[in-house]
Protein backbone atom coordinates (compact mmCIF):
# COMPACT_ATOMS: atom_id res chain seq x y z
CA UNK A 1 0.00 0.00 0.00
CA UNK A 2 1.11 3.68 -0.96
CA UNK A 3 1.54 6.18 2.33
CA UNK A 4 -1.99 7.61 1.19
CA UNK A 5 -3.76 4.45 1.55
CA UNK A 6 -2.32 3.46 4.55
CA UNK A 7 -3.38 7.29 5.63
CA UNK A 8 -6.68 6.45 4.04
CA UNK A 9 -7.35 3.21 5.42
CA UNK A 10 -6.61 4.63 9.35
CA UNK A 11 -8.72 7.74 8.97
CA UNK A 12 -11.62 5.63 7.91
CA UNK A 13 -11.83 2.44 9.77
CA UNK A 14 -9.42 3.25 13.30
CA UNK A 15 -12.10 5.93 15.33
CA UNK A 16 -10.38 9.03 17.55
CA UNK A 17 -10.77 8.82 20.93
CA UNK A 18 -9.47 10.22 24.47
CA UNK A 19 -6.96 8.37 25.76
CA UNK A 20 -8.03 6.14 28.99
CA UNK A 21 -6.76 8.10 32.28
CA UNK A 22 -4.97 10.23 29.40
CA UNK A 23 -7.57 12.65 28.09
CA UNK A 24 -4.70 15.50 27.01
CA UNK A 25 -4.13 13.53 24.24
CA UNK A 26 -6.65 11.66 21.26
CA UNK A 27 -4.94 8.81 19.22
CA UNK A 28 -6.53 6.64 16.08
CA UNK A 29 -7.28 3.56 17.86
CA UNK A 30 -8.47 -0.22 16.57
CA UNK A 31 -11.95 -1.82 17.33
CA UNK A 32 -13.94 -4.87 16.75
CA UNK A 33 -14.43 -3.37 13.27
CA UNK A 34 -11.55 -2.10 12.28
CA UNK A 35 -10.49 -4.48 9.84
CA UNK A 36 -6.60 -5.15 10.21
CA UNK A 37 -7.30 -8.90 10.15
CA UNK A 38 -8.03 -8.51 6.42
CA UNK A 39 -6.28 -5.57 6.04
CA UNK A 40 -3.09 -8.20 6.90
CA UNK A 41 -4.60 -10.48 4.28
CA UNK A 42 -4.90 -7.79 1.89
CA UNK A 43 -1.04 -6.25 2.18
CA UNK A 44 1.26 -9.49 2.68
CA UNK A 45 4.34 -7.66 2.24
CA UNK A 46 3.65 -3.74 4.27
CA UNK A 47 1.59 -5.43 7.07
CA UNK A 48 3.02 -6.71 10.51
CA UNK A 49 1.54 -6.65 13.87
CA UNK A 50 -0.01 -4.03 14.38
CA UNK A 51 1.04 -2.39 17.78
CA UNK A 52 0.68 0.87 16.74
CA UNK A 53 -2.91 0.46 16.81
CA UNK A 54 -3.82 -0.58 20.71
CA UNK A 55 -2.34 0.82 23.97
CA UNK A 56 0.56 -0.26 26.02
CA UNK A 57 0.99 -0.65 29.55
CA UNK A 58 4.20 0.70 29.32
CA UNK A 59 3.57 3.54 26.88
CA UNK A 60 0.82 4.76 28.70
CA UNK A 61 1.98 4.77 32.39
CA UNK A 62 5.41 6.39 30.57
CA UNK A 63 2.91 9.14 28.72
CA UNK A 64 1.12 9.75 31.97
CA UNK A 65 4.08 10.11 33.61
CA UNK A 66 5.44 12.95 31.52
CA UNK A 67 1.88 14.73 31.75
CA UNK A 68 2.23 14.68 35.70
CA UNK A 69 6.15 15.95 35.23
CA UNK A 70 6.90 18.11 32.50
CA UNK A 71 10.01 18.85 33.99
CA UNK A 72 11.14 15.79 32.82
CA UNK A 73 11.44 16.83 29.30
CA UNK A 74 11.03 20.68 29.15
CA UNK A 75 13.74 22.29 27.08
CA UNK A 76 15.02 18.68 26.36
CA UNK A 77 15.38 17.00 22.47
CA UNK A 78 13.67 13.83 22.78
CA UNK A 79 13.89 10.46 21.01
CA UNK A 80 11.07 7.91 21.32
CA UNK A 81 12.56 4.81 20.22
CA UNK A 82 9.74 2.14 19.01
CA UNK A 83 7.11 5.25 18.86
CA UNK A 84 4.12 2.97 17.89
CA UNK A 85 1.06 5.30 17.82
CA UNK A 86 2.92 8.13 18.81
CA UNK A 87 1.39 8.51 22.37
CA UNK A 88 4.68 8.60 24.53
CA UNK A 89 5.94 11.18 21.74
CA UNK A 90 2.99 12.94 21.47
CA UNK A 91 3.19 13.63 25.55
CA UNK A 92 6.50 14.57 25.51
CA UNK A 93 5.67 17.45 22.98
CA UNK A 94 2.74 19.14 24.74
CA UNK A 95 4.90 18.68 28.20
CA UNK A 96 7.24 21.42 26.51
CA UNK A 97 10.15 19.07 24.82
CA UNK A 98 12.46 21.58 22.83
CA UNK A 99 12.45 18.80 20.24
CA UNK A 100 10.98 15.26 19.76
CA UNK A 101 12.12 12.67 17.26
CA UNK A 102 9.87 9.48 16.97
CA UNK A 103 11.38 6.33 15.52
CA UNK A 104 9.43 2.97 14.25
CA UNK A 105 10.33 0.52 11.79
CA UNK A 106 6.01 -0.09 10.61
CA UNK A 107 5.61 1.75 7.75
CA UNK A 108 1.91 1.37 9.33
CA UNK A 109 3.26 3.26 12.84
CA UNK A 110 4.97 5.81 10.80
CA UNK A 111 2.13 7.16 8.89
CA UNK A 112 -0.30 6.82 12.62
CA UNK A 113 2.36 9.00 13.79
CA UNK A 114 2.00 11.72 11.44
CA UNK A 115 -1.81 11.68 11.65
CA UNK A 116 -1.84 11.62 15.51
CA UNK A 117 0.51 14.44 15.75
CA UNK A 118 -1.60 16.39 13.65
CA UNK A 119 -4.60 15.11 15.70
CA UNK A 120 -3.11 16.47 19.12
CA UNK A 121 -1.45 19.78 17.51
CA UNK A 122 2.49 19.10 17.87
CA UNK A 123 5.26 18.67 16.14
CA UNK A 124 7.45 15.43 15.66
CA UNK A 125 10.42 14.42 13.74
CA UNK A 126 8.96 11.56 12.17
CA UNK A 127 11.48 8.47 11.10
CA UNK A 128 11.15 4.86 9.76
CA UNK A 129 14.01 2.86 11.51
CA UNK A 130 15.28 -0.09 13.60
CA UNK A 131 16.56 0.66 17.06
CA UNK A 132 19.56 -1.93 15.91
CA UNK A 133 21.16 0.27 13.05
CA UNK A 134 20.50 3.68 14.66
CA UNK A 135 24.02 5.78 15.35
CA UNK A 136 24.09 7.58 18.60
CA UNK A 137 21.06 10.15 18.79
CA UNK A 138 21.38 14.24 18.74
CA UNK A 139 18.90 13.63 22.07
CA UNK A 140 19.30 14.68 25.52
CA UNK A 141 16.36 12.20 26.69
CA UNK A 142 15.45 8.80 25.18
CA UNK A 143 12.14 6.95 25.77
CA UNK A 144 10.81 3.77 25.28
CA UNK A 145 7.33 2.44 26.44
CA UNK A 146 7.15 -0.71 26.50
CA UNK A 147 9.67 -2.80 23.97
CA UNK A 148 10.75 -5.34 26.45
CA UNK A 149 8.45 -7.47 25.35
CA UNK A 150 10.71 -10.21 24.00
CA UNK A 151 14.65 -11.13 25.10
CA UNK A 152 16.13 -10.38 21.71
CA UNK A 153 14.22 -6.52 21.39
CA UNK A 154 15.26 -6.09 25.37
CA UNK A 155 18.95 -6.87 24.57
CA UNK A 156 19.00 -5.03 21.33
CA UNK A 157 17.16 -1.72 23.38
CA UNK A 158 19.69 -2.34 26.33
CA UNK A 159 22.83 -2.36 23.95
CA UNK A 160 22.06 0.99 21.85
CA UNK A 161 21.20 2.08 25.70
CA UNK A 162 24.52 1.51 26.87
CA UNK A 163 26.22 2.65 23.68
CA UNK A 164 24.43 5.75 23.55
CA UNK A 165 25.25 6.49 27.63
CA UNK A 166 21.92 9.22 27.26
CA UNK A 167 19.38 9.46 30.51
CA UNK A 168 16.49 7.19 29.52
CA UNK A 169 13.35 6.56 30.77
CA UNK A 170 11.28 3.51 30.45
CA UNK A 171 8.05 2.24 30.18
CA UNK A 172 7.13 -1.60 31.17
CA UNK A 173 4.46 -3.51 32.85
CA UNK A 174 7.28 -5.73 34.88
CA UNK A 175 7.73 -8.13 31.73
CA UNK A 176 9.69 -11.09 32.33
CA UNK A 177 12.16 -10.01 29.42
CA UNK A 178 12.59 -6.63 31.29
CA UNK A 179 16.76 -5.56 32.35
CA UNK A 180 15.99 -5.77 35.61
CA UNK A 181 18.70 -4.91 37.68
CA UNK A 182 18.86 -1.93 34.95
CA UNK A 183 16.32 -0.48 35.93
CA UNK A 184 15.09 2.20 38.72
CA UNK A 185 11.05 2.19 39.45
CA UNK A 186 10.92 5.71 39.91
CA UNK A 187 6.43 5.88 39.46
CA UNK A 188 3.53 3.62 39.12
CA UNK A 189 0.10 3.71 37.46
CA UNK A 190 -2.80 1.77 36.97
CA UNK A 191 -3.57 1.76 33.22
CA UNK A 192 -6.15 0.02 31.36
CA UNK A 193 -4.77 -1.01 27.64
CA UNK A 194 -8.70 -1.98 26.91
CA UNK A 195 -11.58 -1.68 28.64
CA UNK A 196 -11.93 -0.83 32.51
CA UNK A 197 -9.71 -3.48 33.65
CA UNK A 198 -6.24 -2.04 34.92
CA UNK A 199 -2.73 -3.03 35.38
CA UNK A 200 0.24 -1.61 36.58
CA UNK A 201 2.70 0.10 34.91
CA UNK A 202 6.23 0.76 35.82
CA UNK A 203 8.25 4.26 34.93
CA UNK A 204 11.78 3.44 35.22
CA UNK A 205 15.23 4.81 35.23
CA UNK A 206 17.42 3.27 32.83
CA UNK A 207 20.93 2.63 35.02
CA UNK A 208 23.69 2.78 32.67
CA UNK A 209 26.99 0.74 33.42
CA UNK A 210 30.22 2.02 34.94
CA UNK A 211 32.16 2.61 31.40
Known amino acids: MTPADRRAF ?13 PEIRLHKAGPASGLGRLATHDTAGFA ?21 PESVAGRRVLDLGAGSGLVAIAAAKAGARQVTAID ?28 GLDTPDADLILAGDLF ?9 VAFLDRCRIDALIGDPWRRSRPLTRL ?8 AESGSTTKPGGVFRFLHRAP
Open 105 to 132: TDPYAVTALELNAALNGVQLDIRAGDVA
Open 184 to 191: QEIARYDV
Open 49 to 69: APYWAHYWAGGLALARHILDH
Open 149 to 157: YSEELASTV
Open 10 to 22: IRDNLPVSPVPAI
